[in-house]
């Protein structure tokens, strides 16, 4: 697998507070990607980032932003945390527009 | 919006039975991918469709990729214990921006009993 880490792994927050998920690479991939995993509901993409300050949004992005201003680090940032978005958030790279490598995965809870 | 629907969204089948989930789009697509995701774990890419009619195998597995481009299939043969997890069909849309955006099936999830 592919140098992907995320943090923190596990998360339990309250409605209303910012909360920063980071995904970190070390494989220089051009391409990152946030995707959230709900049951029912496969993975749906929230943002990703084709470059360095170059991202856009997904088909589930309303309440999310991110940053990314060195290649190797992607952030999610949830503004102010609601229950809907208690969910498992996944970090995705690529090389090019292919194979998409998965980082371990964060739980977030949202109480 | 641009769709991938994946059925069955579960199966459960005795250990040696054969395996098949379906995949099929809205729309047509540049190229299919699949990846596995077992408990508790992440999803892990098994392979790509590009060609219309194209047909891969990986051992027991075999991939296909429809005539139109906008269906796709898994089929496991003979199936083990150590295929349990869930299947994700994911499609990336021909588009211009070449993002690599995928759009993901909701999965099926194979539970094989021994």
């Known amino acids: 697998d592919a140098g992907i880490t995320q943090s923190p792994r596990h998360k339990v927050t309250e409605t209303g507070t910012p909360v920063t998920l980071r995904c970190h690479q070390t494989?220089?991939?051009?391409?990152m990607y946030w995707y959230r995993q709900d049951p029912g509901h496969g993975l749906r993409l929230i943002h990703y980032?084709?470059?360095?300050?170059?991202?856009d949004k997904g088909e589930v992005s309303d309440g999310y932003s991110v940053s990314r201003s060195k290649t190797e680090d992607f952030l999610l940032t949830l503004e102010s945390a609601t229950s809907s978005q208690t969910s498992v958030y996944f970090c995705?790279?690529?090389?090019?527009?292919?194979?998409?490598?998965f980082g371990p995965g964060t739980r977030l809870t949202v109480l | 919006g641009q769709q991938v629907m994946q059925i069955p969204q579960y199966q459960h089948v005795q250990e040696g039975e054969d395996f098949t989930t379906y995949c099929n789009s809205s729309?047509?697509?540049?190229?299919i991918q699949w990846y596995k995701q077992r408990p508790g774990g992440h999803p892990v890419f098994l392979i790509q469709?590009?060609?219309?009619?194209e047909v891969k195998k990986q051992k027991r597995l075999t991939f296909q990729f429809g005539e139109a481009k906008k269906n796709s299939s898994l089929h496991i043969t003979a199936t083990q214990t150590t295929d349990v997890g869930t299947y994700f069909c994911?499609?990336?849309?021909?588009?211009?921006?070449?993002?690599?955006?995928?759009?993901f099936g909701q999965g099926t999830t194979l539970q094989v009993k021994p």
């Open positions: 995705a790279t690529s090389v090019l527009t292919d194979t998409q490598y």
């Open positions: 494989e220089n991939h051009r391409y």
């Open positions: 980032s084709y470059g360095v300050k170059d991202t």
């Open positions: 729309t047509t697509l540049s190229n």
């Open positions: 469709l590009v060609k219309s009619g």
């Open positions: 994911a499609g990336e849309v021909v588009d211009s921006s070449n993002t690599g955006k995928l759009i």
